[in-house]
C-alpha cells in the first residue's frame, strides 16, 4: 500500500460523497424555507444559488468528516492490531502521530471552511468537530451513548447545510432526528461486524430503520414538503438495505453483518436525497442521487467502515 493510498483509506472515500449528501439536503431544506428553490421541477434553474457558501460547506462537511474517521482509526490502533492489522495504522505504512496530527488538521480545517461561509455555519461546524472527537475518544463503545453520539454527528452535518441560510436553523432543528435514528440503526448493526451479532440486535437496527422511513413520510405534514416526491426515494432505500439485513440476520456472521453495515452507510445518499426531493423538487433529489454510484465504484476500492 502507498502512502496516498493508505492516506485516503484512513479517511474512507466511499463515506465523504455520503457526507456531502447530508450538506446538500439541509441546504435543500432551509433553501426551499427561502423560496430559492420550491417542490417545482425547474426551480433548481431559476435562481442563483449561493455557490461559494455551498462550495465552502460542502468542502467543510467533508474534511469534518474525514477528519473524523482518521481519529477513529487512531483510538483504535491497538484494537486494530489485532483484528484488522491490514488497516494502514496498524500495518505501519501510516505512523499513529502522523495520522493524529492529519485527523487533526482535516478538523481545523473543516472548521475554518465553515466559519468562511458565514459565522453561524462555523459554530456548527465546531461542534461536529467536538462531537466527532467525543465519539472516537470517549463514547464508541458504550452501548447507548456510542450511537446517539454518532448519529448527533450525522445530524449536525444536516444543520451544517441548512446553515448557509442561517435563519432556518431553529424551524429546521427537528430533522437532525432523522439522520440520529438511521446512523444508529447503523452503528448498532456494525457491532457484530467482528464477532458476529445476535437476532435481537438486528431486529432492533431493522426497527431504527422502519422508524426513519415513518419519520420521513411524517415530513409530508409540511407545507414545504411534496411526500410524493420522495417516495421513490424511500422505497429505493429499502431495496438497498433491508435485502442484506435479512441475510445478515439469518447468518449473523461477521462478513454478512459488514455487507449489511456498508450498504447502509451507503443508503445514507439516498436517504439524503429523499428529504431533498421533498424539499425541492425531485430534480434535486436525483442530483443527490448521483453521488451513489461514485460511492459504490469508490466502495470497491476503499473501505467502508
Keep these: 500500500m502507498t502512502k496516498l493510498r493508505a492516506f485516503l ?53 467533508i474534511c469534518l468528516y474525514g477528519g473524523g474517521v ?49 459565522q453561524i455555519s462555523g459554530f456548527v461546524a465546531l461542534v461536529i468537530a467536538l462531537l466527532v472527537t467525543s465519539y472516537d475518544a470517549l463514547s ?10 454518532m448519529g448527533l454527528c450525522r445530524g449536525a452535518n444536516l444543520m451544517l447545510g441548512v446553515s448557509i441560510f442561517p435563519e432556518y436553523l431553529l424551524e429546521l432543528g427537528f430533522l437532525i432526528v432523522i439522520p440520529i435514528i438511521y446512523v444508529a440503526a447503523i452503528t448498532v448493526t456494525s457491532r457484530g461486524e467482528v464477532h458476529g451479532s445476535s437476532t435481537s440486535s438486528l431486529d432492533f437496527a431493522m426497527g431504527l430503520y422502519l422508524l426513519t422511513f415513518l419519520m420521513v413520510i411524517s415530513l409530508g405534514v409540511l407545507e414545504a414538503f411534496t411526500l410524493w416526491h420522495s417516495l421513490i426515494y424511500l422505497f429505493l432505500l429499502m431495496a438497498l438495505i433491508v435485502p442484506p439485513m435479512l441475510r445478515a440476520r439469518t447468518s449473523r456472521s461477521p462478513s454478512s453483518i459488514g455487507k449489511a453495515v456498508k450498504y447502509a452507510v451507503l443508503g445514507l445518499i439516498i436517504l439524503n436525497a429523499g428529504i431533498a426531493a421533498g424539499f425541492a423538487g425531485w430534480f434535486f433529489g436525483l442530483l443527490l442521487l448521483i453521488l451513489l454510484p461514485f460511492s459504490m465504484l469508490l466502495a470497491k476500492v476503499f473501505a467502508v467502515t
Excluded at 13 to 42: K, M, R, Y
Excluded at 79 to 85: F, G, N
Excluded at 91 to 116: D, E, M, P, W
Design 70 to 118: 482518521v481519529l477513529n482509526d487512531v483510538f483504535d490502533a491497538k484494537l486494530d492490531s489485532v483484528e484488522r492489522p491490514e488497516r494502514p495504522i496498524p500495518s505501519g505504512v501510516i505512523q499513529k502521530n502522523t495520522a493524529a496530527f492529519f485527523g487533526t488538521a482535516l478538523l481545523l480545517l473543516g472548521v475554518i471552511l465553515a466559519f468562511l461561509s458565514n
Design 9 to 61: 483509506a484512513l479517511m474512507r472515500p466511499p463515506n465523504l460523497l455520503t457526507a456531502l449528501a447530508d450538506v446538500l439536503a439541509g441546504f435543500a431544506a432551509s433553501s426551499a424555507l427561502h423560496h430559492i428553490i420550491g417542490s417545482g421541477t425547474l426551480d433548481f434553474f431559476k435562481h442563483q444559488l449561493p455557490w461559494e457558501n455551498i462550495i465552502l460547506i460542502g468542502g467543510s462537511s
Design 140 to 149: 464508541k463503545s458504550h452501548p447507548v451513548a456510542g450511537p446517539f453520539n
